[in-house]
């Protein structure tokens, strides 16, 4: 059982961690809102991004939010992640900036898992 918690909080951390970082960049760095428009994104859409990102990690980050919360955080990571693949893909970029999200979502896959390990949850 440590271990399952150990993994869940290792994976969820660096996830949490990571969309943290990038939703400050979003609000804070020229460079993130280059690349969004590079991406073809207006730039409102840097600011719902950033927030959502915010809000997201703080839902899996707090032991305390409530299951359905956590789920809508996960499934929205997982879509953000699949979108910055497609888009990064789509505009051509090299295969290693797309390839980043996808890795992104195997550490957020595996912190869904332990979740429901730890939580004797059925996976969804």
């Known amino acids: 059982m440590k271990t399952n918690k150990i ?3 290792v994976c969820t951390g660096l996830v949490g961690a990571m969309m943290l970082f990038s939703a400050y960049g979003y609000f804070t760095n020229p460079d993130m809102a280059a690349a969004m428009v590079h991406l073809g994104f207006p730039d409102y859409f ?16 707090v ?14 990571f997982a879509i953000n992640f699949i979108s910055a693949f497609i888009a990064h893909m ?4 090299p295969v290693s900036n797309a390839i980043t999200p996808l ?7 595996v912190s869904y898992i ?4 730890i939580n004797k949850k059925v996976v969804a």
């Open 7 to 9: 993994v869940f909080w």
């Open 90 to 93: 789509a505009v051509g970029d």
């Open 46 to 61: 840097r600011i719902e991004l950033g927030a959502a990102k915010a809000l997201g990690a703080i839902a899996l980050l």
């Open 63 to 76: 032991p305390m939010v409530p299951y359905k919360l956590k789920l809508f955080a996960y499934y929205g």
């Open 114 to 117: 332990y979740y429901h390990k």
């Open 103 to 109: 890795v992104i979502l195997a550490v957020l896959t």
